[in-house]
């Protein structure tokens, strides 16, 4: 399985546009070789450099195992998100305090649908998907604010 981005290519520079600095976009990401098992998708958007530990970007679960884009036009239903770090639901692009950060986008391929509503945390998706994933895929921009 894998993911990737039109717009960054592993290891190298996410464009402002993506950041909370700029338009906050959903950066455009494509979705390859998910198992034909695969009951759902999730999707974890984090930032491990933050200073008070892992911060989390955006929670997507319940994805249908059929999608292979999510960007600008935001996750089809009946995908569920969670509340990030910022506490808001939906995505939240990078916005680090100084240096660079590096942002891992993470899909995971399960072999169930996630039992949460809309809202949940990290800590309820990561205890939901216990035990049900088949395969997952990483893909890691990095992001540097340059103070004017």
């Known amino acids: 399985m894998k993911i990737t981005s039109p717009v960054f ?6 464009p402002e546009s993506y950041s909370k600095y700029g338009a906050n976009e959903i950066p455009p990401l494509d979705f390859d070789g998910v198992p034909e098992q695969a009951a ?15 911060f ?12 292979r884009h999510v960007g600008a036009d ?14 808001e639901t939906g995505y939240g692009g990078p916005q680090p305090p100084s ?7 993470k899909l995971y391929a399960l072999d169930s649908m996630l039992p949460l509503a809309d809202g949940a945390s990290r800590k309820q998706m990561d205890r939901a998907m216990k035990n049900h994933v088949m395969e997952n895929a990483v ?7 340059e103070k004017e």
């Open 139 to 145: 893909l890691m921009g990095r992001y540097t604010h």
């Open 99 to 105: 240096g660079e950060h590096r942002y891992f986008f």
């Open 56 to 67: 989390n970007h955006w929670l997507v679960y319940n994805l249908d195992p059929k999608t």
């Open 40 to 54: 759902s998708l999730a999707l974890i958007v984090d930032d491990p450099d933050a200073p008070r530990g892992t």
């Open 74 to 87: 935001g996750i089809p239903r009946p995908a569920a998100e969670g509340k990030n770090d910022f506490g």
């Open 9 to 14: 290519a592993e290891g190298s520079t996410i």
